[in-house]
């Protein structure tokens, strides 16, 4: 269980303990768990010195934002981080910022499952190579791809305004966010 930068975890101390002016508390792995009911278990193991302690979650790392807060872990981390594992580094990058900056996963109230099944039909792929511009390397591969030029004379080739018809692209139809393009939906 592991995302792009590193492993998740989580440093947990409580509320009674943060009140009473100590940041007591300890990192826990978050792939050392098979899900979150053994990671509760072990913080409230961890800190079983106090009566019904209120879990406070003081820093993470590794962990999207919109899975966790400093009360909470949602439900759907372990199973994220399942299905991020089986991907590479721009897919798990491209996922998260699916799952943040356009779908709103998982405060959408879509599954997991539905999420990944749109967002496979919605990525188009990483362009942030050997253009400056991923919007425009993504319309060069799109005019390839598609045959939109072939069988125009290469002369009329070297007139197509490339930029002009990612503009267009991107205007409706496909949207780019750190260099990784979606189609819109």
Known sequence: MKNSQNTPKIYV???????????????????????????FKDCYEYH????????????????P???????????????????????????????????SDIVSWPTNGNELEETLENFN????????????????????????????LAGAPSLLERYFDYEAFGRDLFLDGYSEYDGHVFLDS
């Open 48 to 63: 079983r010195n106090e009566f019904l302690p209120e879990l406070m979650f003081q820093d993470w790392e590794g962990i």
């Open 121 to 148: 039909e919605a990525y188009q792929g990483y362009y942030g190579g050997v253009m400056k511009d991923p919007k425009t390397e993504f319309t060069y591969q799109y005019v390839e791809d598609t045959g939109m």
């Open 65 to 99: 934002d919109f899975l966790i807060s400093e009360c909470s872990l949602h439900e759907g981390t372990f199973r994220y981080f399942e299905t991020v594992s089986e991907m590479d580094e721009d897919r798990v990058e491209a996922f998260e910022l699916y799952c």
């Open 13 to 39: 101390g409580t509320y009674g303990m943060y009140n009473s002016g100590s940041l007591f508390g300890k990192w826990f792995d978050l792939s050392e768990y098979n899900d979150a009911e053994e990671f």
